[in-house]
T-cell receptor, first 111, second 112 residues
């Protein structure tokens, strides 16, 4: 069945270092969304990418959607302690009309 | 605008029982999706309702069923509860089927 994998599963960085998480789908997606979930919290929407090759920026965060619409990445520049949490990608597939969440990357920022 | 609210917050049931979880979507959001999130895992899509009709379904058995009402509320029903059903159940509302989702705080379901 369809799968969305994320790597790495865990990442520990020193405050100020950069961070990247990668999201890979086994099939083409109609869009990709990124969410952040803090421990004990619920996923919070960050951004949506729709077009092939699309790149969007939010302050220190850069999101990219692959040309084949099967992969995506989230890059954080100069991490801060407020960036701590688990980052999930979620792709929507028109085949079956459902969302597929990635396995998540847990980010720890060491002050 | 009001957010997405879920009830109850926590629930304890025993194997074989039935449970109903409730969600109140944001006003104007005609789509609601339900997810199961096990500890340390990503949310797993159960199903999605759009304008009160089931629009898509994940790999969950028929004992997971749902309803969406015209007043932006919805329900997730689970029959014949199993130990593996212990998880956080999240609902998420959106303005349309593939659009950004706004999640509630979830219901933590424990099966004994």
């Amino acid at each position: 069945g369809q799968q969305v994998m994320q790597i790495p599963q865990y990442q520990h960085v020193q405050e100020g270092e950069d961070f990247t998480t990668y999201c890979n789908s086994s099939t083409t997606l109609s869009n990709i969304q990124w969410y952040k979930q803090r421990p004990g919290g619920h996923p919070v929407f960050l951004i949506q990418l729709v077009k092939s090759g699309e790149v969007k920026k939010q302050k220190r965060l850069t999101f990219q959607f692959g040309e084949a619409k099967k992969n995506s990445s989230l890059h954080i520049t100069a991490t801060q302690t407020t960036d701590v949490g688990t980052y999930f990608c979620a792709g929507y597939s028109n085949t079956g009309n459902q969302f597929y969440f990635g396995t998540g990357t847990s980010l720890t920022v060491i002050p | 605008e009001t957010g997405v609210t879920q009830s109850p917050t926590h629930l304890i049931k025993t194997r074989g029982q039935q449970v109903t979880l409730r969600c109140s979507s944001q006003s104007g959001h005609n789509t609601v999706s339900w997810y199961q999130q096990a500890l340390g895992q990503g949310p797993q899509f159960i199903f999605q309702y759009y304008r009160e009709e089931e629009n898509g379904r994940g790999n969950f058995p028929p004992r997971f069923s749902g309803l969406q009402f015209p007043n932006y509320s919805s329900e997730l029903n689970v029959n014949a509860l199993e130990l593996d059903d212990s998880a956080l159940y999240l609902c998420a509302s959106s303005v349309d089927r593939a659009q950004p989702q706004h999640f509630g705080d979830g219901t933590r379901l424990s099966i004994l």
